[in-house]
Structure formats: C-alpha cells, structure tokens
C-alpha cells in the first residue's frame, strides 16, 4: 500500500511538474510553418536579466500558459545576446561584436535589433508566414500574457487599430489562466 502511495505521489509530481513549453529555435520554427503554419511566440532573453528568469520559472512554468503556447505557437527561445545565426527573410543574422569573455551585458545580436526589441525580457510575436506582429516589452504573470497570447492567436490584433480599441479590448477581455 505505501509503495502504491508513493506512486501515485510521484506521477501526480512527474505530471504537474514536467509540464514545459516544446522551445524550438528559430531557424526550425521557419522551417516547420511551411509544412504546417502556425504563429511564432519567440521568448528573448540574455543570461543576465533577472526578469528574464523570473518568467521562465513562474509564468513559462504555468500549466495553462504552457498548454496554450504548445497547442497554439511555435515556441522560440532566442538569447538576445547570443551567437545563433537566424536565417531570415533572406537574410542572416548573428551577433559580431559577441565577446565571450565579457561578463554580465554583451552586444545585442543583429536580429533583435532588427525586431525593435528594447528591453528584456520581451516577447515578439510572429504570423503564419513568420511577419513581425509586435515585441511585447517586461516581465508578464501567467494572467498579464494570457491576453496577448489569445489576441494575437485569435487575430483580434488585427482589429486593434488605437489606444482606445486597445484600452476596451483589454477591459473586456475575461481571462481563465490561473497561478
């Protein structure tokens, strides 16, 4: 009996706990849209921002957040000042000015700032032919993303058009995400 408890104890803790978003890069989520199209939720961070960690243990950690991106996005994760060479729109980028004896800050690499991207952690969005949607700036709790994820998932971004229909979108929105 004890050992049957234990069991049980141990898948329940396997089956809450191991709950990941599938991270691909981004060279192979390019690649898998033109087999089978889906928007792109890219995850930019560096070593060094506190934030950065914070989101991946609380918020990429959340089950519903988790389930949503896996089952809706090709999940990217990309170190905006890493050495990664991103083959995009016929172009590719890496990161030249990389020191690898810095500590701490290092150059940002050509393709985030070829996304706008200003601050970490920010989330970009991609469509289904891999167009820039927007770079989505800080760190977010499973709740503050879950709006983000279904708008740009449900194309209601597309409807957005000012600070106003943002401002009434966002108070009528009704989130189910919990911590």
């Known amino acids: 009996m004890k050992n049957l408890l234990l069991l049980i104890f141990v ?12 991270w691909i890069s981004m060279n192979d989520a390019l690649k898998a ?29 959340n089950k519903d957040v988790v ?40 150059s940002q690499h050509f393709f985030a700032n070829a996304l706008k991207v200003t601050g970490y952690p920010s989330i970009v969005f991609f469509d289904e032919q891999a167009n820039l949607i927007a770079p ?11 709006i983000y994820l279904k708008m740009i998932h449900n194309n209601d971004y ?6 106003e229909a943002w401002q009434k979108y966002e ?3 009704v989130g189910t995400f919990k911590d």
Not at 158 to 163: E, I
């Open 11 to 22: 898948l329940l803790y396997t089956i809450t706990y191991s709950q990941e978003i599938k």
């Open 33 to 61: 849209q033109k087999k089978e199209p889906k928007k792109i939720f890219m995850d930019v961070y560096t070593n060094w921002c506190g934030p950065c960690k914070l989101l991946d243990k609380r918020t990429f950690h």
């Open 67 to 106: 389930s949503y991106v896996n089952d809706n996005y090709y999940a990217v994760k990309f170190d905006a000042e890493g050495v990664e060479e991103i083959k995009y729109n016929n172009f590719t980028y890496t990161n030249p000015n990389y020191n690898p004896d810095r500590k701490g800050r290092n």
């Open 136 to 146: 989505v700036t800080g760190y977010k709790t499973p709740q503050q993303l879950e």
């Open 158 to 163: 597309k409807k957005l058009t000012n600070n």
């Open 171 to 173: 108070k009528t929105f």
